[in-house]
């Protein structure tokens, strides 16, 4: 099975703040590597798609770049409503594996 | 409305069994891959099993293979988990997804918890 390994596995930062978030992966996926945003309490909801493509109605803020083993989530300029964990998953094979997750919270 | 609705989950004992679902509506349920995901509590998500739009090929995590069974019903438009020799490690939300050609999990459904103890 292909181990994807995320950092940070948390981290604090302030409103308007850039963030990124690396995933690296066991072995290459190719481009076929997806970032989920879940919020407590809320289902994981899809952010980026194909390593770069931004899903309908998810803020432009939101952008990922990566191809084969590393890849990377970067937020620009942190909203309240950002806080949350970040996992991504790659659907290169199956399973399709999650990274261990990034909590971002408040500073 | 598009959605996925899960049932079946609930309070087992050590090595009981559980059959969980999944309905699914608002989409041709037959014209894709469906996955199961859990989540034990305060950790993160676990891909557990995934099945063709026919139900041909099945897929688990090794460590799932042959305690659950993932099937489908197209006619029902349900998705099913069977749970098998439950520990206290499969205690989670599971949740059931539907998977798109290149293995996003483009809708989710709420959940249902799986809680294995004495």
């Known amino acids: 099975d292909i181990q994807m390994t995320q950092s940070p596995s948390s981290l604090s930062a302030s409103v308007g703040d850039r963030v990124t978030i690396t995933c690296r992966a066991s072995?290459?996926?190719?481009?076929?590597l997806n970032w989920y945003q879940q919020k407590p309490g809320e289902v994981p909801k899809v952010l980026i798609y194909?390593?770069?493509s931004l899903q309908s109605g998810v803020p432009s803020r939101f952008s990922g770049s990566g191809s084969g083993t590393d890849f990377t989530l970067t937020i620009s300029g942190l909203q309240p409503e950002d806080f949350a964990t970040y996992y991504c998953?790659?659907?290169?094979?199956?399973?399709?594996?999650f990274g261990g997750g990034t909590k971002v919270e408040i500073k | 409305e598009v959605q996925l609705v899960e049932s079946g989950g609930g309070l087992v004992q050590p090595g009981g069994s559980l059959r969980l679902s999944c309905a699914a509506s608002?989409?041709?349920?037959?014209?894709?891959?469906m996955s199961w995901v859990r989540q034990a509590p305060g950790k993160g998500l676990e891909w557990v099993a995934n099945?063709?739009?026919?139900?041909?090929?099945?897929y688990y995590v090794d460590s799932m293979k042959g305690r659950f069974t993932i099937s489908r019903d197209n006619a029902k438009n349900s998705l099913y988990l069977q749970l098998n020799s439950l520990t206290a490690e499969d205690t989670a939300v599971y949740h059931c997804?539907?998977?798109?050609?290149?293995?996003?999990?483009?809708?989710w459904g709420q959940g249902t918890l799986v809680t294995v103890s004495p």
């Open positions: 608002g989409f041709t349920f037959s014209n894709y891959w």
């Open positions: 194909d390593a770069s």
């Open positions: 998953q790659q659907g290169y094979t199956t399973p399709g594996t």
């Open positions: 072995q290459a996926v190719s481009s076929y």
């Open positions: 099945t063709q739009q026919d139900g041909s090929k099945k």
């Open positions: 997804a539907r998977e798109v050609p290149t293995g996003l999990l483009d809708l």
